[in-house]
């Protein structure tokens, strides 16, 4: 008998022993007899950007996410070697303190355990990771790998930065366009996790780092990209505008060192942001340009020597040579007008009858070449193409009105560029934000170089068109508002009606721009301003409004770029507006 009670002891302990393991084996996974061996992919740190200035616009920062699991913080034993194991209060004050939380509160969450994964906080602190990630200090608390992206300055230079999403995945700008050189080469790691699928941060078997994005160098500096956001958001305020763009471009390079859209949206919170806010309206908006388009139309036809500036048309829209001719509003002329006075006065009636004389292909051509129908290749995503229909599709009432930017439209990029090849001495430069790519290791991955894409018209047809946009910005012309004490300006107003396509246009719904070159005779920046209303409001024109706005950015630019003035008499003279 005694024998068969020893035997039958050694059988439950025996069993004791085998539920004991079988129970650690599934709250502890440090027990060497059970595999919890896994591997994954590390992901690589997002690269930055850069301005021009290599002034730091975004960058992403390892952080760890903590969440607490009650369930877990019971179940596993936490001791050191020597030491007694540590109890759940314990635990919890190690946590807290390390990552700043209330204990008391920390606490109470641990106690609710029907509530798992509780978040506690993100941080970038190591120390206090390293803690966190020691299991003989630790139980119950998942980590998790992210990346932080730090817009920061809020929404300056949003459309052209970007965003990713809660996912981390790009979403817009050039953190999609170039998501392939900043997202990097991720790494390896081979470790072990617990029994919850969370790894033990300890117990890392393989570690192969992952290779950091590149950084992307851009054109645009930060002090101009302020100046114009603050700018244009001051006059569409000022003016009652909805919407507006402007953009700032270096003359010589076809290089933009401001772009501005508006509305606006927050990087950080692009998961709330709406349609109108999401869009571009520099690259992925197309409009009816209006009088500004005149400045083509003449160019081109001085260019193949079909007039003079001095070149006399009547004024009269009720003429029938012509097929319905637009007006002048109400405008009296003189019973003749030059051409380098239709774009003063910004004459519907001359330059469209100009545009019918020049004939429909030759001005078709000319429209292509300066960039027109066709996108810029600016390395931004959602670029448009506008609309410009083949000159053999053109009825007889586009004769008249393309030339003065009615049935077309352009992205403002396009107008931009342009005027970009007016002010170079004809020779047009593709648009470009970026100036460079550097990878992780500091070698140059791309390295802009300035790529002319035509020459739509010779160098002295540009300094000729120049010279007759100059009147335009003085007491003479239709954007008085525009000249910069200084200074020449070679510039246009436009005022275009909206379009609702085939309904026509919208009453009282006006796009007004402004787009000049200063200085007019060595041109160093391109400027455009548009403003985009509503509603009806009496300072709807360009010269009333965009001229404006074109007048106090330009004027901070110049001061900025320290570019010489050309008219230094007018400095002192207090009777310049």
């Known amino acids: 008998m005694t024998r068969l009670r020893f035997q039958a002891a050694i ?3 025996f069993a004791l022993y085998s539920g004991q393991k079988l129970v650690r084996s599934h709250v502890d996974p440090t027990v ?23 002034y730091p616009l975004v960058k992403s920062v390892p952080i760890w996410e903590y969440h607490l699991d009650p369930v877990a913080l019971t179940n596993r034993v936490v001791r050191r070697k020597g030491e007694p194991p540590r109890p759940p209060s314990a635990i919890i004050k190690t946590v807290s303190s390390a990552l700043g939380l209330d204990f008391r509160e920390t606490l109470a969450k641990a106690s609710n355990s029907k509530n798992r994964y509780q978040f506690l906080a993100r941080s970038t602190d190591s120390e206090a990771h390293r803690l966190i990630a020691d299991s003989k200090l630790v139980a ?9 992206r730090q817009y920061l300055h809020g929404t300056m230079m949003c459309h052209i ?24 080469i991720p790494g390896r790691i081979q470790g072990m996790k617990d029994a919850n699928g969370r790894e033990l941060y300890d117990k890392r078997k393989i570690s192969i780092d992952p290779v950091a994005g590149a950084d992307i160098h851009l054109t645009l500096d930060h002090n101009l990209q302020y100046e114009t956001e603050a700018q244009l958001k ?14 700032i471009m270096d003359a010589k390079s076809g290089a933009v060192l401001a772009m501005a859209s508006y509305p606006d949206f927050d990087p950080a919170a692009y998961g709330k942001t709406t349609d109108a806010q999401k869009l571009n309206r520099c690259v992925g908006y197309t409009f009816e340009p209006g009088s ?186 239709t954007a008085r508002r525009a000249a910069i004490k200084g200074y020449s300006v070679a510039g246009k107003t436009g005022t275009a009606q909206k379009s609702m396509g ?55 630019a110049l001061k900025y770029l320290m570019v010489p003035s050309d008219k230094p008499e007018e400095i002192f003279d207090e009777d310049l507006d």
């Open 292 to 477: 500004v388009m005149k400045v083509i139309t003449v160019a081109s036809a001085l260019n193949e020597k079909f007039v003079r500036p001095d070149s006399l048309y009547n004024t009269k829209r009720d003429d029938p040579n012509y097929y319905r001719l637009p007006g002048d509003g109400s405008h009296v002329w003189e019973p003749y007008m030059s051409v380098a006075d239709a774009v003063v006065h910004s004459s519907n009636i001359v330059v469209g009858k100009l545009g019918c004389d020049f004939g429909q292909e030759r001005l078709y051509n000319y429209m292509r070449a300066f960039g027109f129908g066709s996108k810029t290749g600016i390395e931004l995503p959602g670029e448009e193409v506008g609309i410009l229909h083949h000159w053999k599709n053109w009825d007889k009432a586009t004769w008249s009105r393309a030339p003065i930017g009615q049935a077309v439209t352009v992205t403002p990029i396009q107008l931009v560029s342009a005027y970009q090849a007016i002010a170079n001495d004809g020779l047009r430069m593709k648009p470009h934000v970026i100036d460079r790519i550097v990878g992780a290791n500091g070698d140059v991955v791309y390295q802009h170089v300035d790529e002319p894409v035509g020459r739509p018209i010779s160098a002295e047809t540009a300094r000729k068109i120049r010279e007759v946009m100059k009147p335009v910005a003085s007491v003479k012309g």
């Open 161 to 184: 930065l970007g965003a990713i999403n809660a996912e981390e995945e790009a979403s817009s700008g050039l953190e999609l366009k170039y998501d392939r050189f900043l997202s990097g």
């Open 502 to 556: 085939r309904r026509g246009y919208a009453p009282g719904l006006y796009i007004a721009s402004f787009c000049g070159i200063v200085p007019a005779d060595d041109p160093a920046i391109v400027v455009l301003v548009s403003l985009d209303f509503d509603t009806l409001r009496p300072f709807h024109q360009g010269g009333n409004s965009s001229a404006v706005v074109f007048r106090k950015l330009t004027t901070e």
């Open 234 to 247: 001051a006059g569409i305020e000022e003016f009652g505008a909805a919407a507006g763009w402007a953009i």
């Open 32 to 54: 060497d007899d059970v595999d919890y061996m896994f591997e994954r992919e590390l992901k690589a740190r997002r690269g930055s950007i850069y301005d021009s200035a290599g």
């Open 140 to 148: 119950g608390v998942a980590i998790g790998d992210k990346q932080e």
């Open 11 to 13: 059988l439950v302990l």
